[in-house]
């Protein structure tokens, strides 16, 4: 390429002076000359002279005018022409994506007046940094006017101070015997006084140390962007600004694969392997890759994706057979960042905080889980933990990684489902035992027996139903882990009956396969089932507690506790279909039972007094059903606490009793305390909170005011339907509630002579 020197340039314009004068000269001698040959010996007029002196005028005007221009042409040519490049700019992708909003066009940032701000771009590795900031600086290099253009893949200080020291010399600010440190400063200042464009990319800033004492300076004729996965806060300070690259959008994932995959996908398909990939960029063109690769369609490419024997690595190329110039495979992407993380904090924590979010819901797993006491113990075994607070700390160290997303407000950690994968693919069949039952056991520390926020409630279960997908046999052998009962268990208080059928019958199908049908946690899902049906099918629900009983009493012996516990279902169900008297008998029996092999005191013996007082009411025996009612509740109270959860049912069915038999108690009052009480412990919008309620409407309306039950029932029936939505069974329950009060208010109404008001 020719370079023109300023010296070179002034010669020229002094060479064009002279040739202008020495022209004029020439000019004046040529009229002069002519005149005399035409007038021989004749002395030339005053007007010859005249014309002689306008013509050299014009051409000493015009000749300086046009050397001017063309030496300004000079100067645009060879501003253009003498533009540096140092490093190479990756090339376009084969399908690259445009995202134009991260980075606008390099057209409008160089009209900008005011200094533009250092632009960077952070975010997972995989995300599409590189070639965001690629596509930006072959715009501007396109444009035709960067003097400056400077890519450098970042490798520490010394790579930075390395392509400044190249640029220098090319710019001749400095000759090849400079330090190359010198050379580095000089093109410093050139950037900072210069009325040139210019543009400088850092890709892959992996330390901000590295960068320290080497930003470039904001300048209006100047743009710099950096490409990094980290987010610290010195990224977004000063004049630097932090632009988030995010995953695809759902648009975006469909129609790079429609483009990438090589031939006709339907959208449904592409949506669902968009989806599955979690809208990586990497990801999909790496799977795009595959599928062409293997002439796959994105169906046959789904399973095998969802094939938990095949490892992440065993669904993308090759590394010699990665797209457009990708350095790793998918599974090797993120393992520079983990090993900074683990550098950054004591170490071994960051990995062994990574192995336990690999188990669980990627959109939100609660902080708490990390600072739960299984969780530290297997921290602890793990890694240098010195104290609770090394976790948050190395929490924070892998956000700014962007390994993980810690959210201290929400107390909620999220990650991507392709980092949980490529760490679990690095585990063996025994540290996947240890870290399943690990995480099991922390997310049940966490769950309490009463949550009255139901979001936190739904989130629990979502985590604890991916933790059952990916480590299902972990969790059955060689005990079956109660988390499986707790979140069934809390999917039948929330109404979802049918849900939890489908998880414990297939629970139950794992169990028979890898523990059999006689192992006593076995027998326990057959339990939890039944309670299940109990809403939806009645009937078969009383069958399958007395297959159980068969089968307890044969594996068991009819004096074991979990006998005795399904002796108590079999009973309550058995009774709606027997004479009161024999229903009366075989509580007595049972409550003998329990009180000799377990004690009165045990949670068992309880239940089954209760139940005894229950039929006693549904018998018309009020009196006795309160008195044994009462027995119940004082035991409760003081075993379990006036908070517990089954107080409170005991206190809910005393005042149903008391209702019933027409005491002179005020139920209406009593019940709007137990409405405060549930409220409190389990929540506004907790099933339980709801029933109570009901409770109270029809409290209101025995007690005369019918209009209040009314009212009561329509705040209640709105309640129900924004919880459980239009259609569900309670909803029904409550309209028709609701056409009972309204009903009696027509009644009153027209016993006065006037006209309700809806």
Not at 21 to 50: F, I, K, M
Request: aromatic share 6%; glycine share 6%; charged share 25%.
């Amino acid at each position: 390429m020719v370079r023109y020197s300023g010296a070179r340039l002034r010669r020229a314009a002094r060479a064009a002076a002279a040739a202008a004068v020495a022209t004029s000269l020439v000019t004046v001698a040529v009229v002069w000359g002519r005149h005399l040959l035409t007038n021989a010996l004749v002395a030339p007029s005053w007007n010859v002279l005249e014309r002689a002196s306008w013509i050299a005028a014009v051409v000493a005007v015009a000749v300086p005018a046009a050397v001017a221009g063309h030496t300004a042409l000079l100067k645009r040519r060879t501003r253009w022409q003498t533009s540096v490049r140092i490093g190479r700019i990756p090339p376009e992708p084969t399908w690259f994506q445009h995202r134009p909003d991260l980075l606008g066009q390099p057209a409008a940032r160089w009209r900008s007046r005011d200094p533009v701000p250092t632009q960077v771009l952070s975010g997972l590795g995989g995300v599409g940094k590189t070639q965001i900031a690629a596509a930006f600086a072959r715009q501007a290099a396109a444009r035709g006017d960067l003097k400056l253009l400077i890519w450098i893949p970042v490798c520490g200080q010394d790579s930075i101070i390395t392509a400044y020291a190249e640029a220098a010399r090319a710019l001749a600010l400095a000759d090849d015997q400079v330090h190359p440190q010198q050379a580095a400063d000089q093109l410093m200042v050139w950037l900072e006084h210069t009325d040139q464009n210019w543009l400088i990319v850092w890709d892959k800033l992996d330390s901000p140390a590295d960068a320290a004492e080497w930003w470039p300076p904001a300048s209006k004729h100047g743009r710099t962007v950096v490409t990094t996965r980290r987010r610290d806060a010195v990224l977004d300070a000063g004049r630097r600004t932090l632009i988030t690259v995010d995953l695809f959008t759902a648009d975006e994932s469909v129609a790079y694969l429609r483009r990438a995959v090589g031939k006709p996908v339907q959208r449904q398909h592409a949506v669902a392997l968009a989806k599955d990939l979690d809208h990586l960029p990497l990801a999909l063109a790496q799977a795009a890759a595959f599928i062409r690769d293997r002439e796959l369609d994105c169906v046959a490419y789904r399973r095998r994706l969802g094939d938990v024997r095949l490892r992440l690595a065993d669904v993308v190329p090759p590394e010699d057979g990665l797209p457009d110039n990708h350095r790793t495979t998918l599974a090797a992407t993120w393992v520079l960042s983990i090993e900074a993380a683990d550098k950054a904090g004591p170490p071994g924590l960051a990995h062994s905080i990574l192995d336990l979010a690999c188990l669980l819901q990627p959109e939100a797993i609660p902080l708490a889980f990390f600072t739960s006491t299984p969780a530290i113990d297997y921290i602890t075994l793990n890694g240098e933990l010195r104290q609770e607070s090394d976790i948050l700390d190395v929490l924070h160290t892998l956000d700014r990684l962007n390994l993980v997303t810690c959210n201290q407000r929400t107390a909620l950690v999220q990650t991507h489902v392709l980092i949980q994968r490529a760490i679990r693919d690095d585990l063996d069949a025994d540290s996947l035992d240890v870290l399943a039952r690990t995480a099991a056991d922390a997310l049940l520390e966490i769950w309490p027996e009463v949550e009255p926020d139901r979001l936190r409630e739904q989130m629990l279960r979502a985590n604890a139903l991916v933790l059952f997908e990916t480590a299902r046999t972990s969790l059955i052998e060689p005990r079956t882990h109660p988390l499986h009962f707790r979140t069934t268990d809390s999917l039948v208080e929330a109404g979802n009956h049918d849900a939890a059928t489908a998880i414990l019958r297939q629970l139950l199908a794992e169990q028979t396969r890898i523990i059999g049908a006689d192992h006593a946690d076995s027998l326990t899902t057959r339990r939890h089932l039944a309670d299940a049906l109990e809403e939806n099918d009645p009937r078969e629900a009383a069958a399958a507690y007395g297959r159980l009983l068969d089968d307890c009493v044969r594996i068991m012996g009819p004096g074991h506790p979990y006998t005795l516990v399904t002796r108590c279902e079999v009973v309550k169900r058995n009774a709606d279909h027997d004479y009161p008297q024999h229903a009366l008998a075989r509580f007595e029996e049972l409550l003998g039972d329990c009180r000799r092999i377990l004690g009165p005191d045990d949670p068992v013996t309880l239940g089954v007094h209760a139940a005894l007082a229950n039929w006693h009411g549904d018998a018309g025996h009020f009196d006795m059903a309160n008195e044994v009612y009462r027995e119940v509740l004082a035991a409760e109270t003081r075993l379990f606490g006036p908070d517990h959860p089954t107080t409170l049912r005991t206190r809910n069915n005393l005042l149903c009793i008391q209702q019933d038999s027409g005491m002179t108690l005020d139920g209406s009052v009593s019940f709007r305390e137990l409405v405060e009480e549930y409220t409190r412990v389990f929540g506004p919008d907790h099933p339980r909170t709801l029933a109570t309620r009901a409770n109270l409407a029809f409290a209101i309306g025995e007690a005369g005011d019918v209009e209040g039950a009314a009212d009561a029932c329509q705040t209640l029936l709105d309640d129900y339907a924004r919880v459980f939505g239009a259609d569900h069974f309670e909803v029904v329950v409550m309209r028709l509630a609701l056409s009972y009060w309204h009903a009696h208010v027509d009644a009153a109404c027209r016993t006065k002579g006037s006209s309700p008001e809806r």
